[in-house]
């Protein structure tokens, strides 16, 4: 009977960290390049079933045949990012830019190490290179001269930029893209940055629009892959198990209250 007021336990710690995840996936429903978290689920196993019965039964007489286990309820397997693309938002701010496909922008963190974004508003950092809205400039670094009036990111990841006394527009750098073989075992480091892990593999650079590679799109951002009504059902499923897992705890409570109340 203790067995099942663990396995309730366990249960309603899981469901507890699957709440949260789906609350964090609502909050995020309208975060431009969000993309939204599951939590995968997998079963424990303590103990022979057999073995807990053997001392009571003789031989083959026992209802539990030998080699049958017995669960000891539900533990975490992984919380994933799932990167699934996002409807795309025109904006026509030549300084908006994301991914339409597969790849991510490189950028530089200030310890030297590398993180990747899906995208997002850009600007000008106080260095003249073109960065994200937190400062982390792209790489390799793209400076724009000063007297930039216009400035076109091909889809392929060549930048431009056209000064004031230039009729057309002239090439200052060009993004790569990278790839990873397992997305989903990048690590989440807020602001829509994820940083490289054992689980996702090295970066691969990889040419935009070549290589099974998504393409640059200047003037669009990229929505957040939440979908409402999957959340929100989501939600009440995993509400409606942990009230299942409420009443294991509290039946097998009523049950060692009847043990304890026993009278010889």
């Given amino acids: ?21 789906i609350a964090n996936n609502l909050a995020n429903v309208n975060t431009a390049g969000f993309k939204k978290a599951r939590v995968s689920f997998s079963d424990l196993v303590a103990k022979d079933a057999a073995r807990a019965v053997s001392s009571q039964v ?11 286990r017995l669960g000891a ?9 799932l990167f699934d693309m996002g409807d795309l938002k025109k904006t026509d701010s ?20 590398s993180a990747y974004t899906r995208g997002g508003t850009l600007k000008v950092n106080k260095e003249g290179q073109l960065a994200t809205l937190a400062g982390y400039a792209l790489k390799p670094g ?24 230039q009729a057309s527009a002239t090439d200052i750098g060009k993004i790569d893209l990278v790839r990873f073989a397992s997305p989903q075992g990048l690590l989440a480091e807020g602001d829509n940055l994820y940083r490289s892990s054992s689980a996702s593999g090295e970066a691969i650079s990889v040419r935009a629009g070549e290589d099974g590679a998504g ?37 097998a409570d009523e049950i060692l209250g009847l043990v304890n109340g026993l009278r010889r």
């Fill in 94 to 113: 030549p300084l908006d830019v994301t991914v339409q496909g597969d790849g991510f922008l490189e950028v530089l963190m200030p310890d030297g190490s």
């Fill in 215 to 251: 393409s640059l799109a200047q003037g669009y951002l990229e929505g957040s892959n939440v979908k409402m009504v999957e959340e929100m059902v989501n939600l009440m499923v995993a509400q409606r198990t942990y009230e299942a897992n409420v009443k294991i705890v509290q039946a």
């Fill in 1 to 21: 009977m203790f067995d099942a007021l663990y396995i309730g336990a366990t249960g309603m710690q899981a469901q507890q960290l699957n709440v949260d995840t």
């Fill in 58 to 68: 003789d031989g083959d007489a026992g209802l539990i045949s030998q080699g049958l």
């Fill in 142 to 165: 793209i400076t724009v001269p000063e007297d930039t009036q216009a400035l076109v990111l091909q889809p392929d990841g060549r930048v431009q930029a056209r000064a004031a006394n």
């Fill in 73 to 81: 309820g539900v533990g975490i397997a992984s919380l994933s990012k």
